[in-house]
């Protein structure tokens, strides 16, 4: 599996549309940045990404970062 969409150039909309476009059997629910982080639980709790060791977002204060640390696990990327 390769995430390449990166938070880096993206809007939270444009970043969680890609979620639900190439992910939509998964059914992620698209809600506005302030609930970035029911997403991202949705995200991390998920079994198809649950054996990646996807990070909780709890330990980050931004989106961006838990993105790109989600990107970065899912991708093997160290």
């Known amino acids: 599996m390769l995430i390449e969409f990166l938070p880096d150039y993206s809007s939270w909309e444009d970043w969680n549309g890609n979620m639900l ?16 982080r029911d997403v991202a639980s949705a995200i991390s709790l998920n079994a198809v990404f649950d054996t990646f060791g996807v990070p909780y977002p709890e330990a980050y204060e931004d989106w961006r970062d838990w993105a790109r640390a989600f990107t970065t696990v899912v991708n093997g990327v160290p």
């Open 21 to 36: 476009h190439y992910f939509g059997d998964q059914q992620f629910p698209l809600l506005p940045e302030e609930k970035w």
